[in-house]
């Protein structure tokens, strides 16, 4: 399996539950470990931060995105960053559904995105379904946040420190609490 297949594939949303996709996902895993161990050892100029994380995206970055590490990932290649994204230290990536951060981001300290989820019934807890998490432009996600599978947050929304988002969040909205809910709208 190639990382395209695998993009591919999640895609679908259909369970991850063949012996291919977990060898798959555990050599990707590894692969993500060793250019994490890497970025968050020691001291890196943000020329050096860009680079590590390019190599582990995937992709070039832009020379506008910023990450104080240190900076966690499982899979690496499904984190897609847009220009002017600034990611504060301790943030966690469960990203094989797919992170897309738009234009301007602010994430703040030990946000967790998690793009995983688990079935209900027990005999399916051993699989994970994935979906998509996707930041519009200019969203600020507070300290300690977690945003969960399948949601999408619009454009200069915020959430606010501590809010376990759900649900897809309305543009120009701010949201908070366990699970997140509307506060206001801006």
């Not at 969203?139 to 420190?161: E, F, P, R």
Request: aromatic share 10%; with cysteine; glycine share 10%.
């Amino acid at each position: 399996m190639t990382v395209e297949e695998f993009k591919e594939y999640v895609k679908e949303r259909k369970p991850l539950n063949t012996e291919e996709i977990h060898s798959f996902m555990d050599r990707m895993s590894g692969e993500a470990r060793r250019v994490t161990f890497k970025l968050n050892a020691e001291y890196r100029e943000p020329a050096e931060i860009r680079a590590l994380l390019s190599e582990l995206f995937g992709y070039t970055v832009p020379e506008t995105f910023r990450v104080f590490p240190p900076f966690y990932t499982d899979f690496g290649k499904n984190i897609n960053v847009s220009d002017g994204v600034f990611i504060n230290a301790c943030c966690h990536f469960q990203d094989h559904g797919g992170v897309t951060i738009g234009e301007g981001c602010q994430i703040g300290h030990n946000v967790v995105f998690a793009t995983l989820n688990h079935g209900v019934a027990p005999e399916e807890r051993k699989y994970t379904i994935p979906a998509p998490i996707v930041l519009g432009k200019n969203v600020w996600v507070g300290s300690n946040s977690t945003i969960l599978q399948g949601v999408t947050i619009g454009d200069n929304s915020i959430v606010a420190a501590g809010a376990v988002v759900t649900k897809d969040v309305p543009a120009n909205t701010v949201v908070g609490g366990v699970p997140a809910h509307v506060i206001k709208k801006i």
